[in-house]
């Protein structure tokens, strides 16, 4: 270990940083001078998340540009891309609702060969970022409430709907750890009071956007997925749950008939 990165393990271990060594090997990598090297710990330091720190997160082999502001990808939806790709492998559209980076479109349109790619947010700032992850990949990013931003033209042809919609409930926001709570928007976080207000939403219209065989998913926590099946069974999909201990994830599947 060089002077340099022990002194920046030393420095992120007192700031009580867990996974200082790996941490401190990812600023290494991604700092191009030492200025840079100590602009990056300090900034992690604060308590900003090591993603925002770096400027990137690794998701699904990808590397996904992120910024303050713009909701940082989690690995555990890693498996509701797997999850879409077995059930499409011919996918010719493929729509990112609520978005975020655009990693999961981005994610997609990499293992799917280039379909035809649409994401959308509410958020400008995830707009701007998205519309940089999705370029290498022709996609397309709308600025809009859900389907609103949409345009009318994909409707009854996308194959592939992933809504990566926010799903924690209003009272557990403030449990969140601070990374997410402080420096990610909370229109990106506020499920409503059960945490599944935009679930209902997107399953009440993914009908009407879904080619027939077209597909559905969204990710909820271990307890909501339940009441999410039914939600999803109601607007008239088969519906299934698919479950990945490992990862700590749980994606609802809903599929036109």
Not at 188 to 208: I, Q, T
Request: a negative charge; proline letters at 6%; hydrophobic letters at 45%.
């Amino acid at each position: 270990m060089t002077p340099l990165s022990a002194s920046v393990v030393a420095t992120l271990r007192s700031a009580g940083c867990v996974f200082a060594e790996d941490e401190a090997e990812l600023i290494l990598s991604t700092a191009r001078t030492p200025d840079e090297v100590t602009a990056m710990v300090d900034r992690r330091v604060t308590g900003l998340p090591l993603e925002h720190v770096l400027g990137w997160a690794e998701f699904h082999g990808l590397r996904i540009g992120v910024e303050p502001g713009v909701f940082v990808p989690r690995r555990r939806t890693e498996f509701l891309v797997d999850q879409a790709v077995a059930l499409a492998k011919n996918a010719s559209v493929v729509v990112d609702l609520c978005c975020g980076s655009g990693a999961v479109g981005a994610a997609l349109a990499a293992a799917l060969g280039g379909p035809e790619l649409h994401a959308a947010d509410v958020e400008p700032a995830a707009v701007r970022c998205a519309r940089r992850n999705v370029a290498p990949f022709g996609g397309l990013v709308h600025e809009g409430d859900l389907f609103a931003a949409l345009p009318d033209t994909l409707r009854g042809r996308v194959d592939v709907l992933a809504a990566n919609v926010p799903y924690v409930p209003t009272e557990e926001v403030g449990l969140l750890p601070s990374e997410a709570r402080d420096h990610e928007p909370l229109v990106a976080l506020d499920g409503g009071a059960d945490g599944l207000d935009l679930v209902r939403r997107v399953a009440a219209e993914a009908s009407r956007w879904l080619a027939p065989g077209g597909c559905l998913l969204v990710e909820t926590s271990e307890h909501q997925a339940p009441l999410a099946v039914e939600t999803f069974a109601r607007s008239g999909l088969i519906t299934r749950l698919e479950v990945s201990r490992e990862m700590y994830a749980n994606v609802v599947i809903g599929i036109r008939p």
